[in-house]
């Protein structure tokens, strides 16, 4: 059973940064790509950005230039680095992985975490 857990959320005033971990248990993140989505009060998840087992990235238009994705595939884990945060950059952030191939659709993901709480400040 592939499980997924994210940490390193928290509050942040705005412009400042925060790392996101996911760790993967039950299965090698080397055979999966991997995504990062979020979801704020009231609103859709949403794609934030995917790598694939290649380490090639892609990203939404919304957090490009200031969020970097990367996977350290010895350690199972993904990343996210934020940086230039914004208030609207507050939601919860939700790992996943997929199979398949890089991908922004939900759809296309097979495990998911439970989520990790970031808050940015004005």
């Known amino acids: 059973q592939v499980q997924l857990v994210e940490s390193g959320g928290g509050l942040v005033q705005a412009a400042g940064s925060l790392r996101l971990s996911c760790v993967v248990s039950?299965?090698?993140?080397?055979?999966?790509?991997m995504g990062w989505f979020r979801q704020a009060p009231g609103k859709e998840r949403e794609f934030v950005a995917t790598?694939?087992?290649?380490?090639?990235?892609y990203s939404a238009d919304s957090v490009k230039g200031r969020f970097t994705i990367s996977r350290d595939n010895a350690k199972n884990t993904v990343y996210l680095q934020m940086d230039s945060l914004k208030p609207e950059d507050t939601a919860v952030y939700y790992c996943?992985?997929?199979?398949?191939?890089?991908?922004?659709?939900?759809?296309?993901?097979?495990?998911w975490g439970q989520g990790t709480q970031v808050t940015v400040s004005s």
């Open positions: 790598i694939g087992w290649r380490g090639n990235i």
């Open positions: 996943a992985a997929n199979s398949r191939g890089i991908a922004a659709a939900m759809t296309r993901y097979d495990y």
């Open positions: 039950g299965g090698s993140i080397s055979n999966y790509a």
